[in-house]
Nanobody, 123 residues
Framework: VQLQASGGGLVQAGGSLRLSCVASGRMFSNNGMGWFRQAPGKEREFVSGISWNSANIYYTDSVKGRFTISRDNAKNTVALQMNSLKPEDTAVYYC?????????????????WGQGTQVTVSS
C-alpha cells in the first residue's frame, strides 16, 4: 500500500482545512486507517483512526468536536476535516494504514505511512 497525503497549508486560527489521503493497492478496504501528527521537537502523536468499515472511529481528546475522519473505500481515500483550528494544531500530518481492520492509537500498529503534509495555524 502506498499513501499520498495532501491538503495541508497555512490557515488562521479558527479556520478549516481538509486533508486527504489516497491509497494505492488492494489492501486499503481491509485496513484500518489513521492520521498522526508531529510538531517540531515533539513525538508523533495519534490524531484519529477509522476502521475498515467506518464503524469504529477514534479521536484524541484535543481534537474531539473539531476534527472529523471519514473514508471512501470505493475511491481508496481517507479524509480528515479539521475545523476551528488552533495554533497548537500546527504539525506535519501523516496518514497511515493499520495492520488490522480496527486501528489503534499506537503508531507501531501501522505498517504503511504517507509522506506527510504540513499544517500551519497562525494566531
Amino acid at each position: 500500500v502506498q499513501l499520498q497525503a495532501s491538503g495541508g497549508g497555512l490557515v488562521q486560527a479558527g479556520g478549516s482545512l481538509r486533508l486527504s489521503c489516497v491509497a494505492s493497492g488492494r489492501m486499503f478496504s481491509n485496513n484500518g486507517m489513521g492520521w498522526f501528527r508531529q510538531a517540531p521537537g515533539k513525538e508523533r502523536e495519534f490524531v484519529s483512526g477509522i476502521s475498515w468499515n467506518s464503524a469504529n472511529i477514534y479521536y484524541t481528546d484535543s481534537v474531539k468536536g473539531r476534527f472529523t475522519i471519514s473514508r471512501d473505500n470505493a475511491k481508496n481515500t481517507v479524509a480528515l476535516q479539521m475545523n476551528s483550528l488552533k495554533p497548537e494544531d500546527t504539525a506535519v500530518y501523516y496518514c497511515a494504514a493499520a495492520l488490522r481492520a480496527v486501528p489503534s492509537g499506537n503508531s507501531r500498529d501501522y505498517r504503511y505511512w504517507g509522506q506527510g503534509t504540513q499544517v500551519t495555524v497562525s494566531s
